[in-house]
């Protein structure tokens, strides 16, 4: 799935979402291009879409606390509404953690940022989106 649009700032905004194994609601890979024409980047994320979601699907998200985070890997989680970014620490996953336990923290995702705006080739881009996929890998494995 895809969703272009500019932002009412004129920022780029477009996400899609790759659905390998599972189900539409289950987490997946999500790709999203932010910035401006000088400044862009992608984040990658284990993600799920908000308005395919089932029961089940917090749930799953939130198992990409059970394994430990390090950088370049980092957290956005909701709470209380208000999604916030989290850096990649075991002391942030810990409070994390226990947020969704007690129901103040709603869903958290991991995200890698990948900036394109100093790529050199094609090539460059695709090993670092690549790279990102695969620090991501474990977090989408611990959703299924």
Do not use: H, W
Not at 16 to 42: C, H, K, N, S, W
Not at 65 to 88: C, D, H, K, N
């Amino acid at each position: 799935m895809l969703s272009p649009f500019l932002s009412e700032k004129g920022k780029l905004e477009c996400t899609a979402y790759f659905q390998g194994e599972g189900e539409i609601t289950d987490p997946m890979f999500a790709l999203r291009l932010y910035g401006d024409a000088r400044d862009f980047a992608v984040s990658l994320e284990v993600s799920f879409i908000e308005r395919k979601k089932d029961e089940e699907s917090l749930q799953k998200q939130n198992r990409v606390l059970t394994l430990p985070v390090s950088s370049p890997v980092y957290y956005f989680a909701q709470i209380e509404g208000v999604s916030q970014r989290f850096q990649g620490t075991e002391a942030n996953r810990l409070r994390l953690l226990k947020g969704v336990g007690t129901g103040q923290v709603r869903k958290v995702l991991v995200k890698v940022d990948v900036n394109l705006s100093q790529a050199t080739s094609q090539d460059a881009i695709l090993e670092e989106l690549k790279k990102g996929m695969d620090d991501l890998l474990p977090y989408y494995e611990a959703t299924r």
